[in-house]
């Protein structure tokens, strides 16, 4: 496993591994895990040599971080690196009531917005007991994008609303060393890319929006990132499933069926991943990876065997034959970093 350094000052960094550990799966997203099950998960994670981990409140109402904290309180704090996010408190609510959306078999809470200041070190601190640690290294700002919100009036009211309180309440956490690094986990490029012009931020995580099907962050944002050393945690390698399925009746792209635009454009990269003899999961991984800005790749899991699979597929090696042709196909941005 390689490590890259995240800059969170002028002369300090943490180091991430190039594959990290999402935590939304763990929070029993679509189906239920077993404690063993979530367990042996994370167990095969760490023993592979992933040292970054990240979740959020939100992921199972707080059963994500539950479980994270299970499995990483036995270990030597400096020998792995934590996120977690702020922007919404867990209420406790009767049973039927937890608006859990995605997720199942959830405690009885539901989470409610909150980007003030006071709401953020509540976020923090709640956080922290589910875990059973001291610290995390990277708090990211959650959902403050056009996708959760619905439009883009409610996500600039959500970007006020952190920007005059939970923002500040994360510079006072850094600035007494609580956390070493301040984020936003979104959906949306352009949104990190207005909050590089609103605060100092150490990194974003992305879900999605820079991939093998998607660079279009390469023409404005990601060189403001390389500028001014940003980094950028990639989630969503597979665009939520057809990077990783193919072009197969029923793929999900950005969380909804593919249309047919992107499934023809998944197709043909898959015909020349075919000639080439290489996974589009492979190359669906490593492509992020070879901008100098991207720190890590936080692929899911929800079993032991997945995180097996998601590491050969990091490591399966891919001649520069085959990214030369992506780009003469029209199929990778021309000035797209390769590996």
Avoid at 197 to 209: H, I, M, N
Wanted: charged share 20%; hydrophobic share 40%.
């Amino acid at each position: 496993m390689q490590f890259h350094d995240l800059k969170t000052s002028s002369t300090t960094s943490l180091k991430l591994s190039e594959m990290g550990f999402g935590g939304a799966p763990l929070g029993n997203m679509h189906r239920a895990l077993s404690e063993e099950e979530a367990q042996a998960t994370l167990r095969a994670a760490i023993d592979a040599g992933v040292t970054y981990f990240d979740t959020a409140p939100l992921y199972g109402h707080g059963l994500s971080e539950t479980r994270f904290g299970e499995a990483l309180r036995p270990m030597p704090r400096e020998s792995y690196q934590l996120s977690t996010k702020i922007g919404r408190t867990l209420e406790p609510c009767a049973p039927g009531e937890e608006d859990a959306g995605i997720f199942v078999d959830v405690p009885h809470v539901r989470p409610v917005y909150d980007y003030s200041y006071d709401g953020v070190m509540r976020s923090y601190e709640d956080s922290l007991k589910r875990m059973g640690v001291d610290s995390v290294d990277i708090l990211y700002i959650h959902d403050v994008d056009i996708w959760t919100h619905g439009s883009k009036e409610a996500s600039d009211q959500r970007i006020e609303e952190v920007m005059a309180g939970g923002y500040k309440a994360m510079e006072a956490l850094k600035a007494s060393g609580d956390i070493a690094a301040i984020g936003a986990g979104v959906n949306e490029w352009e949104v990190c890319q207005r909050l590089t012009e609103l605060g100092d931020f150490d990194c974003f995580l992305l879900a999605g929006r820079y991939t093998l099907l998607e660079q279009e962050a390469l023409n404005s944002f990601l060189p403001i990132c390389e500028k001014r050393n940003i980094g950028i945690v990639l989630g969503g390698p597979y665009n939520s499933g057809i990077l990783a399925t193919g072009a197969v009746e029923g793929a999900i792209y950005n969380y909804h069926p593919a249309p047919p635009d992107i499934m023809a454009r998944v197709a043909a990269i898959g015909r020349v991943c075919d000639a080439h003899g290489v996974s589009m999961a492979s190359a669906a991984l490593q492509f992020p990876l070879a901008h100098p800005a991207v720190v890590s790749v936080i692929p899911g899991a929800m079993s032991p065997d997945e995180v097996t699979r998601n590491i050969a597929t990091l490591e399966a090696k891919i001649q520069s034959a085959f990214w030369a042709d992506l780009k003469s196909e029209q199929l990778l941005h021309p000035g797209a970093p390769t590996p």
